[in-house]
Structures are given as structure tokens and as C-alpha cells.
């Protein structure tokens, strides 16, 4: 491992190839927007938010309704890359931040997804998303797709992809759009899986998932499904079934109190 990240560092310091990468991410933007949370008298022991009364205290100049008009402007568009659209619904600050891969610049971003040719390689892809700005953080809006599609079109990641006819179907993710004062998305978010059981990307969400699903994932862990165990972790998990074999551990505790 010793050897491997030397020779990535000998040849970002002779290319310039180590800026945004894994060891070297640009820095995130900070929380812009927040409202003190206002509580439901429920029956929740952990605190039932009360939505319009938490929403109701934002100082966002942009009214829920509007944000959530301009979330679907953007992704209507396709972030700037469709064609006749053009990308001033991203800020200039823009960043977009996967679990795996990002911040990526807005330059970076466009030029990525806008080569993907997703629409044309899955000409029935329906996200099924629905939207919800978020009550504590007024700026952005919430949402979450169940997306599905047919790999019928010609697909490019790096190289031309053809068409496998397979289906492609997401698990359940979550995403997110913020927007500044002037109604410009400056951070996209998305690929959070909520349920990896669902779908059949492993796990997967985002392109990754898309990759998986129509049998070119790409050649890493992080790519191949959601969860990759370490050894440290296996190693960990065969102690603790040996401390429960033995009488020890939390869920022997828990039995001997029922």
C-alpha cells in the first residue's frame, strides 16, 4: 500500500493530477441556512419536528414552493446539459458530492455527465422521485427516486458502451439540491442508497449503480456493491460470535434479562 500511494504521489507531482481526488478533496461548502427545530406534541419519545412551524422561521428569501419549482427546473434540464439548455441554474460555486466521488467543480461536473449520455442510453428511464425541502435547513430541497430504465441506447463512460438491453433498477436514494439567494443550485448531492436490498445494483446508487446493473461495474470495491467488508471488520465479527459462544457480550445480557 506504502509503494502504491508513493507512486500516485511521483506521478501527481509530475502531471498535476492530484487535485480532487480521494487523498485530496476540495472542501465542501458550508451549512449557509438553518432553523431551530420546533417539536410535535406526539407520542414520539425522540421529538416529532413540526414541519410548518420549523419551515415558518426561515430567513431564505425563496419560498418553499419556489425552491422546490426550481429543484425540478434542474434536474428537467439536466443540469445545464440538455440540449438547447444552458448551465446558469448551477451557481458558478457549484459542487457536486457523491458518496464516493466529489466535490467535483461545476466545469468537472458538466463535463462528466454531460459525456455519460444517460437519457440516450436508457430512453424510458423514469426516476420516480418525489420532493420535500428541508424544515432545518431551508435552502435545500430533499429528493428521493426509485429510479428504473432500459439499457437500449449507446452508453459512454470513457469508452462507447453498447446497448445490452437490460433492465436497470435503482434502490431507493436519497438527494439533494441547495440553492443560494438568487435561486442557483450550488451543491447537488445524490447516490445515497437507503436500502440496499432493493433493486439490482448491489447496492449501489448514482452511475455506479447504472454500471452494475447492466454488467459494467467498474474494476474496485467501491464500485462492485455497496457494502465490502474488511478483513478487520470479519476479523472483529468472528471475536465477538466467540465472546457470545462463551456467555459475554450484549446480546447475552439482553437474554438473561427477558
Request: charge should be neutral; proline fraction near 6%; aromatic fraction near 10%.
Amino acid at each position: 500500500m506504502w509503494t502504491s500511494r508513493s507512486l500516485a504521489d511521483v506521478i501527481d507531482a509530475m502531471c498535476g493530477s492530484g487535485r480532487a481526488t480521494a487523498r485530496n478533496k476540495l472542501a465542501w461548502h458550508e451549512q449557509r441556512y438553518s432553523n431551530a427545530p420546533v417539536y410535535k406534541e406526539s407520542g414520539m419519545r425522540w421529538g416529532e419536528l413540526d414541519i410548518d412551524a420549523t419551515i415558518a422561521q426561515s430567513k431564505f428569501p425563496l419560498e418553499p414552493a419556489v425552491l422546490l419549482d426550481k429543484a425540478k427546473t434542474v434536474l428537467g434540464c439536466e443540469f445545464g446539459t440538455a440540449p438547447g439548455a444552458d448551465d446558469s441554474v448551477l451557481a458558478e460555486d457549484f459542487q457536486f458530492v457523491a458518496p464516493i466521488v466529489g466535490p467535483l467543480s461545476k466545469a468537472e461536473f458538466l463535463g462528466a455527465f454531460g459525456s455519460f449520455k444517460v437519457q440516450e442510453a436508457f430512453p424510458d428511464l423514469k426516476d420516480n422521485s418525489w420532493f420535500q425541502v428541508d424544515p432545518l435547513e431551508p435552502n435545500r430541497v430533499w429528493f428521493f427516486s426509485r429510479a428504473t430504465g432500459t439499457n437500449t441506447g449507446e452508453m459512454n463512460f470513457g469508452r462507447k458502451l453498447a446497448p445490452t438491453g437490460k433492465q436497470v433498477k435503482m434502490p431507493p436514494q436519497a438527494q439533494s439540491m441547495l440553492f443560494n439567494e438568487k435561486g442557483e443550485c450550488y451543491t447537488l448531492t445524490v447516490g445515497y442508497t437507503m436500502d440496499k436490498r432493493i433493486g439490482n445494483t448491489e447496492g449501489l446508487g448514482g452511475v455506479f449503480g447504472i454500471l452494475k446493473a447492466i454488467g459494467q461495474g467498474l474494476p474496485f470495491p467501491e464500485a462492485q456493491r455497496l457494502y465490502n467488508p474488511s478483513l478487520r471488520y470479519e476479523a472483529f465479527e468472528r471475536v465477538a460470535k466467540v465472546g457470545e459462544a462463551f456467555g459475554l457480550g450484549p446480546t447475552q445480557k439482553a437474554k438473561k434479562t427477558q
